[in-house]
């Protein structure tokens, strides 16, 4: 598995939380050493929780990220070189750092209003636009990540992308609608 990204919603207020104090950004962040005792001991209760915690509601993965990225904004490079214009770059790559460090650089985070911006772009793009704007000899002359071999992108392996978008923007939209900041990392 390679790298993915990961989006999770949270109230300004515990955003704050976590911020300015420690350990409430670690329980946030991981579990606690009490919580292993407990959910090693009772793994039904593990799973509840972790299935809570990685709910299509508050949280969300995306391992074709460049991908989306590339097709949201027709931009490859994520060096950083260019940057396509918001809101549509905050999908992937946007958000402002924070202190707390991820799998692949730092956590960042979107606005209230960068939030709803993304939402309001993201549901004027269908599925159907997306897959309009796929053309496979471009995707893997741009080398995107991950560039699945042999033969690299096609039709086949950018379905999933196109099955999992509705609820990216469903995730977006309800954060929008519940005034949540989105917190995005690359892990």
């Known amino acids: 598995m390679g790298i993915t990204a990961s989006y999770k919603r949270i109230t300004p207020q515990k955003f704050v939380e976590i911020q300015n104090d420690t350990e409430a950004a670690a329980s946030f962040f991981e579990l606690d050493s009490d919580d292993l005792v407990f959910y090693f001991s009772n793994p039904q209760a593990m799973i509840v929780q972790l299935q809570k915690r990685r709910s299509n509601e508050h949280y969300f993965r995306l ?64 599925v159907e636009e997306l897959k309009r704007r796929f053309n496979s000899t471009v995707f893997n002359a741009a080398e995107i990540y991950p560039n699945p071999s042999p033969g690299g992108w096609d039709e086949e392996e950018i379905e999933p992308l196109f099955e999992l978008y509705p609820q990216l923007v469903e995730f977006f939209q309800n954060a929008a609608k519940e005034g949540d900041i989105v917190l995005l990392s690359s892990d």
């Open 63 to 126: 391992e074709d990220w460049h991908a989306l990225h590339f097709l949201l904004t027709g931009e490859s490079s994520l060096e950083g070189d260019t940057q396509p214009l918001p809101p549509l770059c905050n999908v992937v790559m946007g958000g402002t750092q924070t202190q707390f460090e991820a799998t692949y650089g730092f956590v960042r985070y979107l606005t209230l209003q960068e939030v709803q911006d993304v939402a309001d772009a993201l549901s004027q793009i269908s």
